[in-house]
């Protein structure tokens, strides 16, 4: 009753999952400085290991977002929380929860405010005909002022290569 046999091995088993070398890149910055963009990231963190480009839902800030008062001397403007929870909107569709997110602030000396430490996690949409859809969306943890800022809100001409400290999930 010590002895415990162990199965044979499947012929079929899956070698490329157990040969993966995991390999994903950071998520690139938000498409948009206000309002709902899109951030994206290449893995192969999948059973075929196979190289796949991964979006996010992204809001660095609300486009009507007041700016609070910097104190004297400060030079970065505390990311500003929401008093009220609110509803993401995309597509003409409704976060089916609300949240209170935390959003990046300014920078006074002219440094960009972007995500520093975010997480990721899915959030169900709700569409006027009744359909609902999940999809993943950025939460952001922490912001930073620096130098290296995004140019014409666009990820793809942007020559911002920042990346985000540990993507907790």
């Known amino acids: 009753a010590v002895f415990k046999e162990t199965p044979a091995q499947n012929p079929e088993g899956n070698d490329v999952q157990e040969n993966c070398l995991v ?12 309002g709902m963009g899109i951030s994206a990231r290449v893995t192969n963190d999948n059973p075929q290991c196979r190289l796949e480009k991964e979006t996010r839902l992204c809001m660095v800030r609300p486009c009507d977002l007041p700016m609070e008062k910097t104190k004297k001397g400060k030079k970065c403007v505390r990311t500003p929380k ?57 939460f952001i943890k922490m912001c930073s002022c620096h130098h290296d800022c995004p140019r014409d809100n666009d990820i793809f001409l942007a020559t911002h290569r920042r990346r985000m400290v540990g993507d907790h999930v």
């Open 23 to 34: 390999q994903t890149t950071a998520w690139s910055a938000c498409s948009k400085s206000c």
């Open 82 to 138: 929401r008093r009220r929870s609110l509803r993401f909107e995309f597509s003409g569709c409704t976060s089916s929860r609300s949240y209170r997110p935390k959003f990046c602030g300014s920078c006074t000396d002219g440094r960009c405010c972007t995500p520093y430490v975010t997480s990721t996690a899915e959030v169900e949409f709700r569409c006027p005909e009744g359909d609902f859809f999940q999809r993943k969306m950025m």
